[in-house]
């Protein structure tokens, strides 16, 4: 099990130093959100500055971007990271899809199918120069050696989606190579959910589950002393309460135990009460959705946690604190360590 550090994208100038911290701290890789900043650019300057670091965006937002465009941006970057770099796509939402990039949003699970097929089918036409993919929603037929990026010394990025409901995690086990777990992804929502939707997506295309990657984000609350805790509580609280805000979530509460959270959340939301939002996430919500422990402890509650589930777990707030950094990554290295041999592997 591999272990990243994720991190919000941040100016170019600062990246570099950033990247070399995460790769000498011990993390397995860095993985890129995409919010105002892009997450390709990013990923670029990192892979110039810290070679060995597996590289990723989690996730990039796809539709306002041509499959072509993305396939072609991948492709540079892993070949700049020697083959390890692992594209992971995302739908967003309709409101930012629409009225921040101006795109369409009709369908968006069949329509991020397509697009992971057209992406994959741009990477065979870079190797043989034959493009030709036509799907529900895009069809590429043209390329020519100028416009192509050419082969490179390395296999084909992985292909990773965003996934929250059974339809899209099926989806995802039927054409990618990963899934992004929501960070409210607890380990009742992944038994329930993500691996037997990941399994039958993969059978119907005739594939291994084994062959999908499962990418888990993990806020942790990590400290030798109760106040330590506390106040890492409350930083989740607050980080839960924004995800929770989003009513294609709310089943995951709900099933869960917490009925009506998403709703509640969303009152206070709409009164522009972001305290009163984040009082909406109880201890108990916390205790199911958030691993705590103690530093001497986190990498056996981890591995006790998501071990045998998780190809990548993400620690969602590792970059929170500078002066916890490393202590962090001393964990990271300590769990992806565990399962290798003696060639590193």
Same mark, same amino acid.
Not at 50 to 66: H, I, N, Y
Not at 78 to 84: D, H, R, V
């Given at each position: 099990?591999?272990?990243?550090?994720m991190?919000t994208? !941040?100016?170019?100038?600062?990246i570099?130093?950033?990247?070399?911290r995460?790769?000498?701290?011990?993390?397995?890789?860095?993985?890129?959100?995409?919010?105002g900043r892009t997450?390709?650019?990013?990923?670029?300057?990192?892979? !110039?500055?810290?070679?060995?670091?597996?590289?990723?965006?989690?996730?990039?937002?796809?539709?306002?971007? /041509?499959?072509?465009v993305?396939?072609?941006?991948?492709?540079e970057l892993q070949e700049?990271?020697?083959?390890?770099?692992?594209?992971?796509?995302?739908?967003?939402? +309709?409101? *930012?899809?629409?009225?921040?990039?101006?795109?369409?949003?009709?369908? =968006?699970? =069949?329509?991020? $199918?397509?697009?992971? $097929?057209?992406?994959?089918?741009?990477?065979?036409? @870079?190797?043989?120069?034959?493009l030709? *993919?036509?799907?529900?929603?895009?069809?590429?037929?043209? &390329?020519?050696? !100028?416009?192509?990026?050419?082969?490179i010394d390395?296999?084909?990025?992985?292909?990773?989606?965003?996934?929250?409901?059974?339809?899209?995690?099926?989806? %995802?086990?039927?054409?990618?190579?990963?899934?992004?777990? *929501?960070?409210?992804?607890?380990?009742?929502? &992944? /038994?329930?959910?993500?691996?037997p939707n990941?399994?039958a997506?993969?059978?119907?295309?005739?594939?291994?589950?084994?062959?999908?990657?499962?990418?888990?984000?993990?806020?942790t #609350?990590?400290?030798?002393?109760?106040?330590?805790?506390?106040?890492?509580?409350e930083?989740? +609280?607050?980080?839960? /309460?924004?995800y929770?805000?989003?009513?294609?979530?709310a089943?995951?509460?709900?099933?869960?135990? @917490?009925?009506?959270?998403t709703? +509640? &959340?969303?009152?206070?939301?709409?009164?522009?009460?972001?305290?009163?939002?984040?009082?909406? #996430?109880?201890d108990?919500?916390?205790?199911?959705?958030?691993?705590e422990?103690?530093?001497?402890?986190? %990498?056996?509650?981890?591995?006790?946690?998501y071990?045998?589930?998780?190809?990548?777990?993400?620690?969602?707030n590792?970059?929170?604190?500078?002066?916890?950094?490393?202590?962090?990554?001393?964990?990271?290295?300590? #769990?992806?360590? /565990?399962?290798?041999?003696?060639?590193g592997?």
């Amino acid at each position: 099990m591999d272990v990243d550090a994720m991190t919000t994208p !941040q100016p170019l100038g600062q990246i570099g130093e950033l990247a070399r911290r995460t790769e000498q701290a011990g993390f397995s890789g860095l993985l890129f959100t995409e919010t105002g900043r892009t997450a390709y650019l990013n990923a670029a300057v990192a892979s !110039q500055a810290a070679p060995a670091l597996q590289l990723s965006t989690g996730v990039a937002v796809a539709f306002p971007r /041509s499959p072509f465009v993305t396939a072609a941006t991948a492709w540079e970057l892993q070949e700049a990271t020697g083959g390890k770099f692992r594209l992971g796509l995302g739908t967003q939402v +309709r409101t *930012h899809v629409v009225r921040r990039y101006g795109v369409e949003f009709e369908r =968006p699970g =069949p329509r991020l $199918r397509d697009y992971v $097929r057209a992406v994959k089918a741009c990477f065979a036409a @870079f190797r043989t120069g034959k493009l030709d *993919h036509r799907g529900e929603f895009y069809d590429l037929d043209f &390329i020519t050696p !100028q416009w192509s990026a050419g082969p490179i010394d390395a296999p084909d990025p992985k292909v990773d989606v965003a996934a929250v409901n059974p339809w899209m995690l099926r989806m %995802a086990g039927q054409v990618a190579d990963g899934v992004h777990v *929501h960070p409210l992804g607890e380990p009742g929502y &992944i /038994s329930r959910h993500v691996v037997p939707n990941i399994a039958a997506g993969a059978q119907k295309a005739g594939r291994s589950p084994e062959d999908v990657a499962v990418i888990v984000p993990v806020m942790t #609350i990590v400290g030798d002393t109760d106040e330590e805790r506390a106040r890492e509580r409350e930083l989740v +609280r607050a980080s839960m /309460s924004f995800y929770g805000s989003t009513p294609n979530y709310a089943f995951i509460w709900d099933e869960a135990g @917490f009925e009506g959270t998403t709703a +509640r &959340i969303r009152e206070k939301q709409k009164a522009g009460d972001i305290k009163g939002m984040a009082a909406q #996430i109880t201890d108990e919500h916390i205790a199911t959705f958030a691993t705590e422990s103690t530093w001497d402890d986190l %990498a056996d509650t981890l591995v006790a946690k998501y071990g045998g589930v998780a190809t990548r777990v993400v620690l969602y707030n590792a970059l929170a604190d500078r002066e916890r950094f490393e202590r962090y990554g001393a964990v990271a290295q300590r #769990i992806s360590g /565990s399962g290798r041999g003696a060639d590193g592997r």
